[in-house]
């Protein structure tokens, strides 16, 4: 099955002087699951790149025969979820609900770590804290090993939100 792709022309807004980001945002919201964009521009769009990266998007770059260019954005097929997990977390479906829930998501380290261990000190033995995170919190996780705490942690669907059950040791 061939690959799919909208295409946007934003030529026009930038000869006359305009501001197409807005327009490229709205078509990429507007995609179908598995559509692409090709987008036409009169020059090549570098601070876009990174940005639909980030978006799920790889990109390929053309420069036109007229001098304008060319860029082809194809959605990057999502990989299965990992699902990391500590010694003796393997099997954490019996663990209870966890009490609590903290959202960490834009916090830059070490203040994420620093919260976590902090909340796990007031907490009794066997329960359950929950964290969002903007990123898998490696060097947390060797902690939480090291002070005897268990835990079991993945990416969402989405790629942008790393989730983690700990349950205090």
């Given amino acids: 099955m061939s690959q799919i792709y909208k295409e946007l022309d934003v030529r026009p807004i930038l000869r006359e002087g305009g501001e197409p980001f807005q327009d490229i945002m709205a078509a990429v919201q507007s995609l179908a699951p598995g559509e692409g964009l090709r987008l036409l521009s009169t020059f090549k769009p570098t601070p876009l790149l990174p940005l639909m990266s980030r978006q799920g998007f790889s990109s390929e770059t053309h420069e036109l025969d007229t001098g304008d260019w060319e860029i082809i954005f194809s959605p990057i097929a999502k990989k299965a979820a990992h ?74 669907v989405s790629g942008n939100v790393y989730r983690m059950l700990i349950r205090v040791g």
Avoid: C, I, Y
Avoid at 92 to 113: C, H, R, Y
Avoid at 121 to 136: A, H, Y
């Fill in 83 to 156: 699902v990391a997990v500590s010694s003796g977390a393997e099997d954490a479906s019996d663990w209870p609900e966890p009490l609590w829930q903290v959202d960490l998501v834009g916090v830059q380290p070490p203040v994420p770590m620093e919260k976590v261990l902090s909340r796990l000190s007031l907490m009794e033995p066997g329960e359950v804290l929950f964290v969002l995170f903007d990123r898998e919190p490696a060097f947390l996780a060797t902690e939480l090993e090291n002070r005897g705490h268990r835990w079991v942690g993945a990416s969402d």
